[in-house]
C-alpha cells in the first residue's frame, strides 16, 4: 500500500540589507497619515480660500452705498443705472450709435476697407480670381446704388466726399476687371488707398465729432453731469476697438473736467476688455456692476491698506519677484545655446 505524500510548497525570500519589516509597517503607516494629513490640509485650504471668495463678495456690495449711479457703455447701447436699495435698477438706455450721419460715415468707410481686403486675397492667393471679380461686383453694383441716392443720405461737404469715394471705387474696379496680373492688383490698391485715404479721414473726423456730441447731449439730457461725484462708469469694448476708444477719452475727460480730476482711470472709469463673442452674454447688473464694479472698489480698499497704493491690486502682486527669476531661467538658456554653437 503506498502512502500518500504531502507536499509543502514554500517561498524564501531574502531580506535586503538593513531591511526590517517592523520598520517597513511603521513607515508605510507614517505615508498614510501623512497623506491623510495632506488631504485634510488641502481641503481646509480651498475652504478658507471659498471663504475669501464670499467674504469678498459680500463685502464688495457694502461699497455700493458711495455709488448712486452708474453708467454702463456695452456693445452700442449706453445705460444709465441708479442706486435703489441694496441693488441697482436701470434707469435711462439709449444706443448713441444709431444716429443716421453718424452710422453712414462709418459705413461708408468699411467700403474701401472692404476692397482692399478683397484685393489682398487674390494677390495672396487667398481666392482665385473669379471668386475675387465676383465679389467685386457685388461691390460695385451697390455702389452705384448707394451713388443714386447720397444726395437723399448727405449734404454738402459730406455729400461731396462720399461721391468722390464711390467713384474712386468703381474706377477701381473697373481696372481691377481688365488685368488678372497680381503685381498689378498690388499696384492699383496702393493707388486707391491713397485716394481714398483722405477721405476715409475726414469722413473719421466728422463720425467722431459727431458721437461726441451725442454723448454731451445725452449727459446733458439725463442730468448726470451734476451727480458725477456719486457715479462710475464702466465701458465694455473688444480688443480692437478698446485703444483709443472715443467713448472712453469722453468719460475720463468729462470726469477730469467737472471734478476736477488728475486720474480717472481705474478710479472713476473703468475700461474692461471682453471676446466679442462673450460680449452679448454678460449680465449688465450681477456681471458687471455687482461682480465687477463693486469688487473692484473694494479691491482699492484692500490694495491701500496692505501695499499702501489704491492701484495695486489691478497689478499683479508677483510682478516684482519675476525678473530676476526670468533673468535666471534665460541665461540657461543663452549658455545653452552657445553649447550648441
Known amino acids: 500500500m503506498k502512502t500518500a505524500k504531502h507536499w509543502i510548497g514554500a517561498i524564501f525570500l531574502h531580506a535586503k540589507p538593513g531591511y526590517c519589516p517592523y520598520l517597513a509597517s511603521q513607515s ?35 461699497t455700493a452705498i458711495q455709488i448712486d449711479y452708474v453708467l454702463i457703455y456695452q456693445l452700442d447701447e449706453l445705460s444709465l443705472w441708479q442706486k435703489q436699495g441694496d441693488t441697482y435698477q436701470k434707469i435711462q438706455v439709449a444706443v448713441p450709435t444709431a444716429n443716421l450721419h453718424y452710422s453712414r460715415l462709418k459705413q461708408m468707410a468699411h467700403i474701401p476697407v472692404l476692397v482692399t481686403t478683397l484685393i489682398e486675397t ?12 465676383l465679389q467685386l461686383d457685388r461691390v460695385s453694383q451697390a455702389c452705384m446704388q448707394i451713388l443714386k441716392g447720397l444726395p437723399s443720405l448727405f449734404a454738402g ?45 475726414e469722413n473719421s473726423k466728422r463720425a467722431t465729432e459727431t458721437q461726441l456730441q451725442v454723448l454731451d447731449a445725452l449727459m446733458d439730457e439725463w442730468g448726470v453731469k451734476p451727480k ?48 466679442p463673442a462673450t460680449l452679448a452674454t454678460v449680465d449688465t447688473l450681477t456681471d458687471l456692476i455687482q461682480g465687477f464694479l463693486l469688487g473692484s472698489e473694494l479691491n482699492k480698499s484692500i ?14 502682486i508677483l510682478k516684482e519677484y519675476a525678473k530676476p527669476v526670468l533673468d535666471r531661467l534665460f541665461a540657461k538658456s543663452k549658455e545653452s545655446r552657445l553649447v550648441l554653437q
Open 28 to 62: 508605510k503607516k507614517a505615508q498614510i497619515d501623512t497623506t491623510s494629513e495632506q488631504a485634510v490640509a488641502e481641503q481646509a485650504l480651498q475652504s478658507l480660500n471659498q471663504q475669501f471668495l464670499e467674504t469678498h463678495h459680500a463685502a464688495a456690495q457694502s
Open 157 to 201: 461737404q459730406d455729400l461731396m466726399g462720399q461721391q468722390l469715394l464711390i467713384t474712386h471705387t468703381t474706377d477701381m474696379i473697373e481696372l481691377l476687371r481688365q488685368s488678372q496680373s497680381k503685381a498689378e492688383w498690388a499696384h492699383l490698391q496702393e493707388s486707391y488707398i491713397k485716394n481714398t485715404q483722405p477721405l476715409l479721414w
Open 303 to 316: 490694495g491701500q491698506n496692505l501695499l499702501g497704493d489704491s492701484q495695486g491690486m489691478f497689478s499683479d
Open 122 to 133: 487674390y494677390v495672396h492667393d487667398q481666392q482665385a480670381h473669379a471668386a475675387c471679380l
Open 228 to 275: 458725477l461725484a456719486g457715479s462710475r462708469t464702466v465701458i465694455v469694448s473688444p480688443h480692437g476697438p478698446k485703444v483709443g476708444r472715443i467713448e472712453a477719452q469722453y468719460f475720463n475727460r468729462l470726469y477730469q473736467e467737472t471734478l476736477g480730476l488728475q486720474k480717472v482711470e481705474d478710479d472713476w472709469v473703468y475700461h474692461i476688455e471682453m471676446l
